[in-house]
């Protein structure tokens, strides 16, 4: 499932509609937690591994069209 955070936390995990993500990472070097960034904040519920934290930073997917926006250029 690819949406919000807090829908997965909220609804759909505690309606049991998540498998445990690490079911599906079959990669050695991508199993091996040893390596990855920030281990403390991989998952965002204290349930299991159910919602993975792929970003640490805020995203800001808004566009614009900077012909039309002077502070873009």
């Known amino acids: 499932m690819w949406g919000l955070c807090s829908n997965m ?4 995990l505690p309606a049991n ?3 445990p993500i690490t079911d599906y990472l079959v990669l050695p070097d991508v ?3 040893a ?3 920030l281990p403390n904040y991989r998952y965002t519920s204290e349930r299991g591994p159910y919602v993975f ?3 640490h930073f805020l995203l800001n ?3 614009y069209n900077a012909s ?5 250029r």
């Open 9 to 12: 936390n909220s609804v759909v």
């Open 35 to 37: 390596g990855w960034l």
């Open 53 to 55: 934290v792929h970003t």
């Open 61 to 63: 997917y808004g566009a």
């Open 17 to 19: 509609g998540l498998d």
């Open 68 to 72: 039309m926006v002077r502070e873009a």
């Open 31 to 33: 199993k091996d937690t």
